[in-house]
């Protein structure tokens, strides 16, 4: 009686044990692939486009400035002002500013925020339009063109400087959506480490049965072990993922690090940069689109979790059930 008693306990004990360790198990893993195909969608819909839109406004106001300074030094402020280019640019500026607002990508610092950038930028226009307004008076033009010129290139308090200071924080705020470390590592982690404890408790639980029942293999326990070397499939989807993360970081880093040497100088460095931002925009949205259909698979991972249990419950149940009935 005894010895009934003890291997009922076992086998109640042995199950208890097996269901608690799958759904921690499920939970970990769940967690920590729906935490990494979670950020794709972040990149493509408000990270990269919020990086993009600073290094758009910042590429179009060293253009209109370039334009201007053109159009004055010409002489031909007196007809069309600071030229119809300088306008163009300044207006798709001005809109890259507003589509940084929205998105509210590093923007919290009041000092960087887009509502204080607009508002130099508007103080930039009005000296630019002053200074074309004295096409006859040389040396008036040219004091609103410096004002101007300061308004956009002073350091520290220069629009060009505040983008810049802008767009390191959403580079920042990048490298910890796109970083396989911290949190996003350790969960991993714990998710192999309960996944291997799962699986080690099985092979202990078998060994156990077979002491102390007839049959040499239980197979709702090998079916379950099975489904869990199966859900390792999971981690060459999820590298795959983060490789293209890896590549979204590299891609927009390296735009926010061409803009940040580029000077109002560059004419031809600009006319590069507007295209390898373009460029830049649809490898980005491809690479994070690509991720789509593996993130679906998530829903695979509660489904082999449950499917897990019931064949535990089934594989350790029939034992108690002929042992509960044996004389």
């Not at 460029?279 to 695979?300: P, Q, S, Y």
């Amino acid at each position: 009686m005894r010895r009934r008693l003890g291997t009922r306990r076992l086998l109640r004990a042995q199950l208890t044990a097996l269901l608690v360790l799958t759904a921690l198990t499920a939970t970990l893993l769940f967690d920590a692939y729906g935490d990494l195909h979670r950020r794709p969608a972040e990149v493509r819909d408000r990270i990269a486009p919020a990086v993009l839109e600073v290094a758009a406004a910042r590429t179009a106001l060293m253009t209109a400035h370039l334009a201007a300074r053109e159009t004055l030094e010409e002489g031909l402020s007196d007809v069309v002002g600071p030229g119809e280019e300088y306008r163009t640019q300044i207006a798709s500026a001005t809109q890259s500013l507003s589509q940084i607002a929205d998105r509210q990508v590093g923007s919290e610092d009041a000092e960087l925020g887009p509502a204080t950038i607009s508002a130099l930028l508007v103080a930039y226009s009005e000296a630019v339009e002053r200074a074309g307004s004295f096409a006859g008076t040389r040396v008036l033009r040219e004091a609103w063109f410096r004002s101007a010129d300061a308004i956009l290139n002073r350091d520290n308090t220069g629009i060009l400087h505040r983008l810049d200071a802008l767009q390191q924080l959403q580079l920042a705020e990048l490298t910890e959506e796109t970083s396989f470390t911290g949190a996003h590592e350790r969960l991993w982690w714990w998710a192999a480490a309960a996944l291997l404890s799962l699986v080690a408790l099985l092979a202990v639980v078998q060994g156990q049965l077979n002491r102390r029942f007839p049959q040499r293999l239980n197979p709702y326990l090998l079916g379950a072990a099975l489904i869990l070397l199966a859900s390792w499939f999971a981690v060459p989807a999820a590298r795959h993922t983060q490789d293209r993360l890896d590549a979204a970081h590299a891609e927009l880093a390296g735009v926010i690090g061409d803009l940040h040497g580029t000077t109002t100088d560059d004419e031809l460095e600009l006319d590069v940069l507007r295209t390898r931002t373009s460029e830049v925009a649809e490898r980005v949205t491809d690479d994070m689109n690509e991720t789509g259909t593996r993130a679906g698979a998530i829903t695979a991972i509660p489904v082999g979790g449950g499917a897990v249990a019931l064949l535990c419950w089934l594989g350790i149940g029939r034992h108690a059930v002929r042992y509960r009935h044996r004389p």
